[in-house]
């Protein structure tokens, strides 16, 4: 089971590699009314929560332009607040990728506001596509060891996904999401929503604001894109920024520059390995230590390598593993770090993320730019040149250009980058912050992708959501936080020293393959 596991995360990277035109209508009147009798409250449980919490599964119109055709289900999880008053205006959490399930968020939440959700509700909401409400999830089937990553196999698993669904995932965009959003506040009776999103959610969370303004009171936005912002075209930049600042703590640190002093040198070399495509490199399953090979090229180095720097400490082994597979022709550190994480794709509804990205992104990139970006990257642009030959044969719908706009706002925000982020940097998260009046731009110094956990960080979410002032938000406390160490060897920060007879050691043993 586990070597089919690590084949099914390789194939994973090699097709769903991660990372709008003009119509003019209105957005459909609620159908809440006219649905109440198809709204079911039930107990349910979710991941990482040990009591019940309540289910409100709604049946709402697949396309929302034709209310009375096709439903679908929409599931939002409701925590109770904690004291027996609760307020109307409850947190709303709304999880990334495109495609992540906020239902899968439940113990974050709950440890994330427990202080606010004394008396507030705490909305884990599926948008449409992903975790309980009629997930588009691509059936991967079975792969031997040996991964084939052609053009033709990926376009072979695509045609196997889009024929697997009984839905038309045409309408399954951002625009569709946020009208299932406010018919629940609708039904429900909720004021007004506080929005935490991550990521990708902090795009649906500004979607929602754009479209009912005066339906929100507060929102955190922890990696944040700009709903204008196409995330297709910053893959190259992004990367690139973070790989960049990695080279230079490297270069920076003692114990790192005198270990891999030639660490940017080795990962375009390495880089240039995997772009010999089809050359098979071997490795062992860290787990069930069984052989495999992997199929080489650019894409596939380019998604692997964006694993490690979501997080600041896969970071900091990064350098370790590079020399390993560089020097030593040892590539099970890289696996062992890479796999740790999956695919950038893990835990996604791909059918999810395709509908929304390739209406909304692939749709409106510019080629050109795109091009001249790509020339410059240190990846390539593999990650969006694919995204778009995806997107090509996924069946899209034309959308509201409001979705693909600036958002500009009076909505008091708190709007949270990680200095080392290669996804969603903190030049992107001060884009947002310019066009929302009342914010306050907070940056992780030391954090990679999502910093509402970073330090003290949560008391500051608790104290904002309660007063909603951006003005005297104090983040001194935020100051002591370092670099994790960086690895110098499998003893991690600490070389391991070769035992010999006179009782000496040897530094270099430190960076030799066991």
């Given at each position: ?191 007004q929503f506080n929005f935490w999103g991550g990521s990708f959610g902090t795009r649906i969370a500004q979607h929602y604001i754009h479209f009912y ?288 007879s006179a009782g000496g050691g040897n530094n270099d043993y430190c960076k030799r393959p066991l």
């Amino acid at each position: 089971m586990k070597q089919k596991k690590l084949s099914s995360m390789f194939r994973a990277v090699n097709f769903f590699l991660l990372l709008g035109l003009f119509l003019t209508y209105l957005p459909a009147k609620s159908a809440a009314s006219e649905e109440k009798n198809k709204i079911k409250t039930t107990d349910c449980h979710v991941s990482g929560l040990k009591t019940a919490v309540q289910c409100v599964q709604m049946s709402l119109p697949l396309d929302w332009q034709k209310p009375e055709g096709k439903k679908i289900t929409v599931t939002a999880v409701i925590i109770s607040a904690l004291s027996s008053h609760s307020d109307s205006d409850p947190i709303v959490i709304l999880a990334g990728g495109p495609g992540q399930a906020a239902s899968d968020f439940g113990e974050f939440a709950t440890s994330m506001f427990r202080k606010i959700h004394k008396n507030k509700d705490i909305i884990l909401f599926d948008l449409r596509g992903t975790g309980l409400s009629t997930p588009l999830i691509c059936p991967q089937g079975e792969e031997d060891a040996e991964i084939n990553s052609s053009e033709q196999r990926q376009q072979e698993l695509l045609k196997e996904c889009l024929a697997s669904f009984d839905v038309d995932v045409r309408h399954f965009t951002s625009y569709d999401q946020i009208q299932d959003m406010e018919a629940f506040r609708t039904y429900m009776g909720y004021s007004q929503f506080n929005f935490w999103g991550g990521s990708f959610g902090t795009r649906i969370a500004q979607h929602y604001i754009h479209f009912y303004p005066n339906n929100v009171r507060s929102a955190i936005m922890d990696g944040a894109i700009s709903s204008g912002h196409n995330l297709i075209e910053s893959f190259p930049v992004s990367s690139d920024y973070a790989l960049n600042i990695l080279f230079e703590n490297c270069k920076n640190d003692k114990s790192c520059n005198d270990a891999f002093p030639h660490f940017k040198a080795d990962f375009l070399k390495m880089q240039q390995e995997f772009s010999v495509k089809n050359i098979k490199i071997s490795f062992t399953d860290p787990v069930s230590w069984t052989a495999h090979r992997l199929k080489t090229s650019d894409s596939v180095f380019t998604n692997l390598i964006r694993g490690p720097l979501y997080n600041a400490k896969s970071q900091a082994v990064l350098p370790f593993a590079v020399d390993q597979a560089v020097n030593f022709k040892n590539y099970n550190p890289f696996i062992a770090l890479v796999s740790g994480f999956g695919s950038s794709t893990s835990g996604i509804a791909m059918g999810s993320m395709l509908s929304v990205l390739c209406a909304e992104d692939a749709a409106k990139i510019n080629k050109k730019r795109l091009m001249a970006l790509s020339k410059k990257s240190l990846t390539r642009g593999a990650a969006a040149k694919t995204f778009i030959k995806i997107c090509k044969l996924w069946s899209t719908k034309k959308i509201p250009e409001k979705i693909t706009q600036h958002v500009k706002s009076t909505v008091p925000i708190l709007v949270l980058s990680g200095r080392l982020d290669p996804v969603t940097p903190p030049h992107l998260g001060q884009e947002v912050a310019d066009n929302f009046i009342n914010s306050k731009h907070i940056i992780a110094h030391n954090n990679s992708h999502i910093s509402s956990g970073y330090s003290c960080m949560p008391d500051i979410l608790n104290k904002f959501f309660a007063d909603l002032d951006v003005k005297n938000i104090d983040v001194k406390c935020l100051d002591h936080v370092k670099l994790p160490p960086f690895a110098v060897g499998f003893g991690g920060p600490v070389a391991l020293q070769k035992p010999s007879s006179a009782g000496g050691g040897n530094n270099d043993y430190c960076k030799r393959p066991l």
